[in-house]
C-alpha cells in the first residue's frame, strides 16, 4: 500500500546506508576495533572548539524566541549578510544577504535549486561517476539525469559534455572536489567546460544553470585551489554545506548562492524562498544558522585527513592496489581487482572490511573508500587489506 | 526561466510571509510598538528552561561527533526509543523506537509520509477550513487534495466526509487542534469520523491512512483533551513537531509515529525512512534531536497562552466581532464583518492590525488572528480594534 513510486527504492534501498547498518551487525559479533568500516562519509574530525564555543555563548546570551523561532524562510538576514560577506573576502566577489538563501544541508539546496528550476522533462547534467542521491534529487522534480561518461583520471571532457548538452538540458550539477574520485578539477579545467556552456546557451537560446554543489571545498590537499564558479560562468548557483567543513553533517546546514548575474535572477530568489518552504524544510535550523555565522573562518584539521590520505593511498598503492592520488574530499576511488565491485566488496567484507560499489556511483569496476575515519583503524585495517591484495595477486 | 511549476507560486507567493514582510515595514515607519502583528504562528512564550539546560550539557558533555554526525536517516535510537517510551506512558500504547522516526518538523514528517503513501492521482482528504500548506504538500507529489466542507461550528461533518472519501482516497489529514479554528474535535467527534473511515476500507477494499497532524496538542485550554487517534483507528500515522510545545519552530524538529498495526507497515518504516533521505531532510536536525529527547517531560507556559486567549477573545466579541471560542491552538477565528475578509484585513492594515484572511486556509469569510504575542500588544492594540469595529457598526 506505499506508493508504487517508492516500491523499488524499498527494494533497491541505498547501498551505503545498508552498509552503515552491516557495520554495526559486524561489530556486535566481532567487536568494534574488528570491523573496518569504510562506507561512510561521516567525518571523523571534530567540530573546531569554537563551534562549541559560539553554541554556548548564543544559547546563553541571545534571546531565545529569536535564537529558535521563525525567521524569513531565506534564514536570518545577519546570518546571510555574515557569510555573503565572508565570501567576498575570500573570493572577491560582490554578494549581499539577498544572494544567500540557507539551507537545511547540502540536500536540501539542491532540491530547492532542482525545484526552481526544473519541469517534467527537463535535463539534467552531471558527470560520472557521481554522488548517487543526484539520480533521486532529478527524479523528485520528475526530471531526466543526463551523464556524461566519466574519463580515465576522472577529469571532466569537453567533448563528451557537449555532446550531453540539448535544447532541454535546464542545469549542471558539477561536484568540486569530487565525491566519489576525490578529483579536483582545475581553473583551466572549468573554464573549458564554461567555453561549452556559453557557446551551447548561445546556440540553443537558453539558460543552462551550472548547479556547483560544493560540500567538499575546504577539503583539499597538496596546496591545490579550488575555482569558484560564479566568477566564470554568470548562471552559476553555489550549493554549499557545514557538514563537511565543520564536521556538522548531522546538523543539516548549509546556502545557496544565487548571483545576480543569473538569468531570472529575481524570480529565482524568490521562487526558491517558496521551494524551500512547501518542500517542508521551511528554514535551515535556526541555532545552528547562527552558529556558523559565528564561525566563518573556523576550520576542522584538514591535517588530520591529509594524514589518513597519504598513509591509506600509500599503503594501498604499495599492495598494488591501483587508484588515482585524489587532492580532495576524503575519498579514494580504487579501482576493483578482476572488475566486479560488488564481487570485491563482497570479498573484502569477509576481511570485515567494508567499501562501497562504484556502481553507487555510476563508477563500476571501483569501489570508494571513504578515510574520514581514526588513523588508528587505517592501522588495524592493513593487514586485512594485505589479505585481500593476496587473495588477487 | 524558473519551472513552469513554480510561477503561480511565485505570483501568489504566501499571504501569511508576505504579512510577516509588511509588518516589518510598518515597524520601520510607525514603531514597532505601534504595529499589531497577528499573522504568524510564531510561538511569543519562551522555550522551558530544561531546554537551555539540556542543549548546553549536551554540547559539553556529549561526544561532538556523535552530537552533530550522521545517524540512521530514521534519528538516534536513543532518542527514538525515549520518544516511544514517552508516548506510551502518556497514552498507553506499545510503540518502540522502530515506530518513530524524527523528521525536520512537523511539515517535513507530512512530506515524507505522503511521499511514502502518495502516487499521482491519488487523492488526500481534508477538512476545511486548513493550513494552506497542505494543498502544496499533496501537490509536491501530485496527489488531489479533496476537500470536506466545513460545517457552522468547525466540528467536521461525518456524512460530509463520507462523501468525500472514494476508491481513490489514500490518506486523510486532520489537524487537531486545528489550525486555524482552534476547535478541539472531541473523542466522540473521532469515533463518528473513525466509522466512516472504516465503512469505507470495507466497503472499497483499501487501504486509507489517517495523518493526524498533531504541532498544537499541548496547548489546549479549559481542561479539554486531545483523543490519540492510533488508539481508535489501526491506519493511523501521527505527525508530531515540538514547535509548540517547547517554542522551537526554527529548529524544525518533530517525529512521525507509524504503528505496527498500520497495513504494509514493514513497507512503510522502510519507505518513510528513504524517503526522508531523498527528499533531502537525510536526518532531522542532531543536536536537537537529543535536546527534546531529555526535555520529553517539559511544556511551555500553557497559561500564557491562555490568558491571551481570554483577553483576546472577551475584548473583540465585546466590541461585536463574532468568534468561536477556541479550546486550543493559538488563533482565534473571526467572522470579517461585511463577509469580505481580504477586505477586512486591507482596511485592519490602515489600523496597524495584521490579521490573515481566512481564504489563505480555504475558509473565506473569517480571517485568522493569532494570539501567540506578548499581552501588552495585544492590550495596545484594543484601541484599533475598536477603531476597527466601529467602522463597521
Known amino acids: ?10 527494494k533497491g534501498s541505498s547501498v551505503i546506508r545498508a552498509m552503515f547498518e552491516e557495520g554495526k551487525r559486524l561489530a556486535d559479533i566481532y567487536g568494534a576495533e574488528n570491523v573496518y568500516d569504510y562506507s561512510l562519509g561521516n567525518p571523523s574530525v571534530e567540530p573546531p572548539a569554537q563551534v562549541r564555543e559560539a553554541m554556548v555563548d548564543i544559547i546563553r546570551n541571545e ?3 529569536l535564537v529558535h523561532g521563525y525567521m524569513n524562510n531565506a534564514g536570518y538576514e545577519d546570518v546571510r549578510e555574515t557569510i555573503a560577506e565572508s565570501l567576498n573576502k ?3 566577489t560582490k554578494f549581499t544577504l539577498k544572494n544567500i538563501l540557507m539551507t537545511v544541508g547540502a540536500a536540501g539546496g539542491l532540491n530547492v535549486i532542482l525545484k526552481t528550476l526544473i519541469d517534467a522533462g527537463d535535463e ?10 543526484y539520480r533521486n534529487y532529478v527524479a523528485n522534480f520528475s526530471g531526466r539525469l543526463v551523464i556524461v561518461p566519466p574519463t580515465d583520471d576522472f577529469i571532466p ?3 563528451l559534455f557537449e555532446k550531453a548538452l540539448t535544447p532541454k538540458t535546464k ?9 566519489p574520485t576525490g578529483v579536483v578539477y582545475s581553473e583551466d579545467t572549468i573554464k573549458r567546460l564554461v567555453d561549452v556552456l556559453e557557446k551551447k546557451q548561445k546556440e540553443y537560446g537558453t539558460s543552462i544553470y551550472l548547479i556547483a554543489d560544493e560540500p567538499y571545498r575546504e577539503l583539499v590537499y597538496d596546496g591545490v585551489s579550488v575555482p569558484y564558479l560564479t566568477k566564470y560562468y554568470d548562471n552559476t548557483i553555489v550549493g554549499y ?16 548562492v544565487m548571483p545576480n548575474e543569473l538569468d531570472d535572477f529575481e524570480n529565482i530568489i524568490q521562487a526558491a524562498g517558496i521551494a524551500n518552504r512547501i518542500l517542508g524544510f521551511v528554514n535551515a535550523p535556526s541555532l545552528i544558522q547562527r552558529t556558523v555565522a559565528k564561525c566563518v573562518d573556523a576550520e576542522v584539521d584538514v591535517e588530520a585527513y591529509n594524514y589518513n590520505r597519504e598513509l591509506l593511498y600509500n599503503s594501498l598503492t604499495d599492495m598494488g592496489f591501483e587508484c588515482i592520488k585524489p587532492q580532495g574530499a576524503f575519498y579514494l576511488f580504487v579501482k576493483a581487482p578482476g572488475g566486479d565491485d560488488k564481487a570485491f566488496c563482497d570479498k573484502a567484507k569477509e576481511f570485515n572490511l567494508l567499501l562501497v560499489p562504484g556502481t553507487t556511483f555510476n563508477g563500476p569496476g571501483y569501489v570508494r573508500i571513504a578515510y574520514c575515519v581514526s588513523p588508528d583503524m ?10 585481500l591484495a593476496s587473495f588477487y595477486s
Open 1 to 10: 500500500m506505499i506508493a508504487k513510486s517508492m516500491v523499488e527504492y524499498v
Open 378 to 387: 587505517i592501522k588495524r585495517s592493513l593487514p586485512a587489506f594485505e589479505k
Open 157 to 159: 571532457d569537453p567533448e
Open 171 to 179: 542545469a549542471v550539477i558539477i561536484n568540486n572536489p569530487n565525491n
Open 90 to 92: 575570500k573570493f572577491g
Open 124 to 133: 539534467v547534467v552531471t558527470f560520472s561517476p557521481f554522488f548517487g542521491e
Open 241 to 256: 554545506s557545514y557538514s563537511k567543513s565543520l564536521s556538522l553533517p548531522g546538523e543539516r546546514i548549509g546556502y545557496l
Open 63 to 65: 534571546d531565545q524566541n
